[in-house]
Structure formats: C-alpha cells, structure tokens
C-alpha cells in the first residue's frame, strides 16, 4: 500500500518481492559466517580498534577474506548480488560489532552505487576493483560552510576539454583509503538541482589535498577527511552520469538505499545494546532480587524490544521496495527518522538499566552508547529526514486536491 495514500480504493497488493532460492540460501550461508565472525573475532578487533584508534591493515584483509566486502555488488563484476532484503539481515548481525566494522562493510557494499550509475566502461574498471583488489569508493558531498543540497559551493567549470574543480569538502569517511572519490559539484552558472554534476575523481590527482580530521565521539578508528580542490582537472570520461544529473546520483542512486542501510544498522546496534541490558538484568541482583523481576525493569525492556521490532520492519518495508525497483526515497526517510529516535532511546534505556556501572568505559553498554550517536549523522539528521517526509507529503496533498478538481 501506498505510504501517503493508505485509503486509496483497491490498494492492497502482495508486495513481498520473490527471491529466488539459491540465493535465500546464499545469504544465509553468508549471515551465518558473519554470526560466527562476531562471535569469534569481533570483540578481539573491536577491542583493537578502541585502543589503537586505528584499523588495522589486517582486519581490512580479514574483510575482504571472508568476502564481506562485495556482499551487494552484481554478479557479473565478481559480486554476491545480494538485493537489500536479503542483504540486511546480515547488516544487522554486523552492526552488533565494533561501529567501524559496520561502517567498514557499509562502506564497501553501499558506496559502490555511485560508480554503478557510471558508464559500462567505468564500472568494469572501478567495480572489478573493488570486488577483485578491495578497493573503496569514497562519496564527497558534504561542505564545511554549507548544507549537502542544492547550495553546494564546490565548483566545476569547463575549460577546454576538461572540468575544473574548486571547493572544499569535509566529513569524507574513508577518504584518505579510498581508491577513487565521488564528488558532487554545481557546474559554474547552474543553478537548482539541475545545476549539479558527480565526478569520479581518482586517488593522488593534482589539486585535490586531503586532510585528516579529528576522531569522532564513536566508531573509533573510522577516518574522516577534509578535501580541497585548487584547479584540479577532471576529464569529461571522468563524468558520473550525464551533466546536470548529480542531485540523481547522489540522492536517487546512492543517498536513499544508504539511508536505509543506516537505518538497518540502528537496529542491530540497537539489539546489542538490548541483549547486553537483558543479560545485566538477570544477572543483578539489589534486596536479594534479580532486576529482571521488577516490574519497571520490565516494561522498560518490553519499550526497547517493541521500538526495535518496529524499526526493523519500517527498514525491511524500504528494502522490499527497492528491490522491485521502486523509488524509496520517502520510506528510507521514514525509517531513517524513526531508527534516530529508536536507537537513542535504546541506548539510553541499555545505560540507565546498568546504572552507574554502565557509564565505565569497560561496561558493554558504553561503547554502543557512543557509536549509536554516530548514526544520527550518517546521510543526514533527523531534521532532514524530516523535511523529505514533508514534501512528500505536502506534494501528495497537492495531487490529491488537483485530481479531486478534475473529477468534479
């Protein structure tokens, strides 16, 4: 059923896409090895990353070992071809780890949907990279001094057979490792979203500087990047998709999957924290009784479990409709906005049932507590994901008003 028009007259329709079978068995060979990683190894690299501030060379390599680096790319660069239903099951089970071990598979398995929208020459270069060398694409569309819309200051003027980039970009995640960057930019004179273009840009070319910044509250060891651009040429084969068509590549082709990949993340770290507050509970005891058996203990668990189960199936509604190629971008806003609200409240309550103990920086919950904040940033902040809905809405309004007008 159509989100903003639920009473629309026959609008029930099975819409539970059909995976084909050997594929179903596929993902779950793959989510249970990612079951068994997190079990065996992920607390010992967690652990690494957190006092280190650093991701090891070898976890990168143990990633791509274990091929949790090309879990959604097609199959006919090397990839799984996992669609996102079946996908983020095991999204989830990696975001009960370590948050830069979930960005580190985010990354590799969202971000390469820019290039996907490339020509077939650029993806047979840059997506068999990826797949066969473990390279990463980095997605440059944040400003320090603006928002990541239509008011973006980077810009790309054509001169003599190339484009010139100048502007500065900043909270580029995984820039400084990344193979290859997508920058958005406005082309000189253009305006609108029209006025937008997305470059491939590749590591080390002349005129792009990166800059390292500070680590973040959470996910530890995950790198971010200011980049400047001073006359750095780009040339026209170097285009992502057609002049004009960046606000497409950025928001229809990666920005909204990706909002529900961060959404589907909530939700895993949000479980953790949930079974590591169950597992305290049971354990602690004050006046000679568990925790667990108090009432308020109790429905504070009960609140956690029914805003995870709901944020759970708000993500697998945006993954259903992707994969029938339908455009998500109002139901990946929904889940976006729903899972930052979910996941703080979560990770509160995880706090609070531990108590003063929870606040030690050896307590399971503090470490989710942080990374959790984390995601309320990732490709945009609630406010956003808010202003996507009212337009959405206020648009149907619109349409609804103008069709009621016809039929009088």
């Not at 995976?19 to 652990?47: S, T």
């Not at 990633?63 to 239903?85: A, C, D, S, Y």
Request: glycine fraction near 10%; proline fraction near 3%.
């Amino acid at each position: 059923m159509d989100i903003l028009n639920p009473s629309a007259r026959d609008a029930i329709a099975p819409s539970f896409p059909s995976y084909d079978a050997d594929l179903v068995a596929r993902a779950n060979e793959i989510r249970n090895r990612v079951i068994q990683f997190r079990e065996e190894e992920g607390a010992e690299w967690g652990a690494q990353i957190e006092r280190d501030e650093r991701i090891p060379e070898s976890l990168w390599a143990r990633i791509r070992e274990l091929g949790f680096h090309k879990l959604t790319q097609p199959t006919w660069v090397g990839g799984e071809g996992l669609p996102l239903g079946l996908y983020f099951p095991i999204l989830e089970e990696v975001a009960h780890m370590h948050g830069t071990i979930r960005m580190m598979v985010h990354a590799y398995n969202s971000i390469w949907r820019t290039v996907g929208q490339g020509t077939r020459e650029q993806q047979e270069y840059w997506l068999k990279k990826l797949v066969n060398e473990g390279a990463l694409v980095a997605f440059a569309l944040t400003e320090p001094d603006n928002g990541t819309g239509i008011d973006l200051r980077t810009i790309a003027t054509y001169q003599n057979g190339k484009f010139v980039l100048n502007g500065r970009k900043h909270l580029i995640t995984f820039a400084e490792e990344a193979a290859v960057i997508a920058v958005i930019a406005k082309m000189e004179g253009g305006a609108g979203r029209t006025g937008l273009t997305a470059f491939l840009v590749p590591q080390g070319r002349k005129g792009m500087k990166l800059t390292p910044m500070p680590h973040m509250m959470g996910d530890k060891g995950c790198s971010h990047a200011v980049i400047e651009f001073d006359d750095c040429e780009v040339g026209e084969d170097e285009v992502l998709g057609e002049i004009g068509e960046g606000f497409g590549v950025a928001v229809r082709g990666f920005l909204d999957q990706s909002r529900a990949c961060i959404a589907q993340s909530a939700v895993g770290l949000a479980q953790e924290a949930l079974d590591r507050a169950l597992d305290h509970v049971r354990r602690r005891t004050t006046f000679g009784k568990a925790l667990a058996s108090r009432q308020a203990v109790q429905m504070r668990l009960a609140e956690m479990q029914i805003a995870i189960q709901g944020a759970r199936l708000l993500c697998l509604d945006a993954a259903y409709k992707y994969d029938q190629g339908r455009d998500i971008s109002l139901e990946a806003a929904i889940a976006k906005a729903n899972a930052i609200r979910m996941v703080g409240e979560v990770t509160d309550g995880a706090l609070s049932l531990y108590g003063g103990i929870g606040y030690a920086v050896t307590s399971p919950v503090e470490r989710l507590y942080r990374d959790a904040r984390s995601l309320w940033f990732e490709e945009g902040t609630l406010e956003m994901q808010k202003m996507t809905i009212a337009e959405a809405l206020l648009a149907e309004a619109r349409r609804r008003e103008r069709a009621q007008k016809r039929a009088e």
